[in-house]
């Protein structure tokens, strides 16, 4: 039996009287994606907080790797190998597309208290920036500050961010939001190669992608995980039309 | 003319403008000019320190007028000693610069550390109100302490000295605080174009993500607040030899407010800001203190229309916005 990469055991979280996150335990394995979707408002945002660290859980745990992260902060979860992409860009704006993935390639390599060498000099550094815009199609912008890129683009470059990082896991919130048709199967074929370098957490509301995509699904409803299986179990799962795919199928 | 270019330009004038009208005041026999240039030299160091943690950290702090202060009151108190011959907590006085700038540079280092290790745990005006607050503690313990002087500050009868120089000389003085300055900036650019410069100037703009890529940015914004008071603190052993006297009022909360204004009129994070803003500070006081008490007022004019319409001051006004690369 192979261990998960990450888990979550009963954790519950409540904004006052609102249960964001109530009692979801779930698992990434290696090599899958495993997506979750739900209505908006559903808690999905929430719980990618709380794997990142950015947000406390009231109860329960975060397994990584085999070690409780739970008390971690969001730093040492990310130098533990978890890579997150935000639902509503969050970049450096005044620092160019590859600056922006050398900082994320300078977190990785640890070595962020140098006084002397000028990074903007540092042709690995750059190349190695350059190779991972490339990947995601941004090589032509490398220069653009990130404040200046069009929505799409940003979302590419969040993406790539996470790439330097080399996770162990992706956490990808709604990697497709706000990105045409093209972009859209472009980040799909993508994202189907991407899991064998490491496994994804993915957050979308495009069903086409998820479908395409996904080795498993969750589905959030006010909280809770309310059904959990393969695609067709999903598509298939009578309460999950109910409440969730319900009139758009 | 590209920008790069013209900010090439601009900060070779303030350097050499710097030194040079000095030099000609000094075949002129106006020592007047070069005590007015050295202060400017000293403010803008003050301000190269603070544009570290605020330019490009991004951490308004409204204390570091305390970090001028304690560099000022190590090389009066090291003086006193080396003039009275008694000891402070069991160690000799000093009247060497070269013992005392490092002294004053780890003092002010340190109260950085404790300060910082408090007020950088909050942001926006919880760390503007934190920073202020300790500041006043600390002036407030300055005036309280009658064996240096209490409010009446504490007199230097004879300069710190530094070896080859004779301090007492206005030109000798300003060419050394000129020199320091230099480096600062030196520095200031080294650790602006660094590794660690590149994560002090993302967690200006978004620490979230700072964090989220695995950068901790509590231990870089406390390097940051502790090296850029250390070079506040120098400045500030230089005022108290220039003036000849270690105030009290170098640590008040209204220094703190010049050297932040010095910043903005220069233009926030720009590496010859500082010189800029300090050279219209100083400016103003000497041109319009003279006629008048209020020339504060003045200033205040010049600083409502620099923030109104040229928000990136002088700098961003001559050569254009600061392109991050
Ligand atoms: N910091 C907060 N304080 C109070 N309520 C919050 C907070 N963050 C989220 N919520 C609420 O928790 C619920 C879940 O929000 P969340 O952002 O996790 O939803 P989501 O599933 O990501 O939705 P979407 O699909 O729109 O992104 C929402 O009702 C939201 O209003
Ligand atoms: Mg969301």
């Not at chain 1, 550094?125 to 890129?149: C, N, Y």
């Not at chain 1, 959990?228 to 309460?239: F, H, K, L, Q």
């Not at chain 2, 780890?106 to 005006?125: C, D, E, K, N, Q």
Request: charged share 15%.
């Amino acid at each position: 039996m192979v261990d998960p990469v990450l888990s979550l055991s009963h954790l519950s979280k409540s904004f006052g009287a609102l249960k964001a996150t109530d009692d979801v335990s779930l698992t990434l394995m290696p090599g899958e994606i495993h997506a979750l979707i739900g209505p908006n408002g559903a808690g999905k945002s929430t719980l990618i907080g709380q794997i990142s660290g950015r947000i406390a859980p009231d109860a329960g745990t975060i397994t990584f790797k085999g070690r409780d992260i739970t008390g971690l902060s969001v730093a040492q979860r990310a130098r533990l190998g978890l890579g997150r992409s935000f639902q509503i860009s969050s970049l450096i704006p005044e620092y160019s597309a590859r600056r922006n993935v050398m900082l994320g390639l300078q977190a990785r390599q640890g070595h962020s208290f140098r006084f002397l060498k000028p990074v903007m000099h540092d042709r690995r550094l750059r190349d190695e920036a350059e190779a991972i815009l490339a990947k995601v199609g941004l090589a032509g912008r490398a220069s653009v500050p990130s404040a200046e890129l069009s929505h799409g683009e940003r979302r590419l470059l969040e993406i790539a961010v996470a790439l330097a990082l080399e996770p162990a896991c992706f956490l990808l919130d709604e990697p497709m939001a706000g990105m045409g048709a093209e972009g859209v199967g472009a980040l799909v074929d993508f994202l189907r190669g991407l899991k064998a370098q490491a496994p994804i957490l993915l957050i979308e509301h495009d069903m086409d992608a998820v479908f395409a995509l996904a080795d498993r699904l969750s589905v959030l409803v006010y909280g809770r995980i309310i059904a959990s299986g393969s695609v067709e179990e999903i598509r298939n799962d009578p309460a999950v039309r109910e409440a969730y795919l319900g009139d758009s199928e | 003319m590209p920008d790069k270019r013209r900010e090439y330009a601009l900060n070779a004038v303030l350097a050499l403008g710097l030194l040079l009208v000095p030099l000609w005041a000094y075949w002129a026999g106006s020592p007047f000019t070069i005590t007015v240039f050295t202060r400017i030299a000293i403010f803008a160091l003050a301000a190269v320190g603070l544009n570290i943690a605020l330019g490009l950290g991004g951490m308004v702090s409204f204390g570091h007028a305390v970090y001028f202060g304690v560099g000022g009151y190590v090389a009066g108190i090291a003086a006193q000693h080396a003039f009275n011959g008694e000891t402070f907590l069991g160690i000799a006085g000093a009247n060497q610069m070269l013992i005392i700038w490092p002294v004053a540079m780890i003092a002010a280092g340190l109260l950085a550390a404790v300060i910082g290790a408090f007020s950088l745990r909050t942001s926006g005006i919880f760390f503007i109100m934190i920073t202020l607050a300790f500041a006043q503690m600390v002036y407030y313990f300055a005036i309280s302490w009658p064996t240096y002087g209490g409010e009446d500050g504490l007199p230097i009868y004879v300069r710190n000295t530094f070896p080859g120089l004779n301090t007492m000389r206005p030109w000798n003085l300003f060419i050394l605080c000129w020199c320091l300055l230099m480096l600062a900036i030196g520095a200031f650019a080294l650790i602006r174009a660094s590794r660690f410069g590149a994560a002090l100037m993302a967690i200006r703009q978004n620490p979230d993500r700072v964090a989220a890529v695995g950068i901790s940015p509590f231990g870089i914004k406390l390097a940051a607040f502790v090296i850029s008071a250390m070079i506040t603190g120098l400045a500030g052993a230089l005022m108290a030899d220039l003036s000849r006297f270690a105030s009290p009022a170098a640590m008040a909360w209204t220094m703190s407010g010049e050297l932040i204004v010095i910043i903005i009129l220069g233009g926030t994070g720009r590496l010859f800001g500082p010189v800029a803003g300090a050279a219209v500070l100083v400016g103003f006081e000497v041109i319009f203190g003279g006629m008048t008490e209020h020339w504060r007022l003045w200033l205040g004019l010049v600083l409502l229309l620099t923030v109104l319409f040229a928000r990136g001051g002088i700098v961003t006004l001559i050569a254009g916005r600061e392109r991050l690369g």
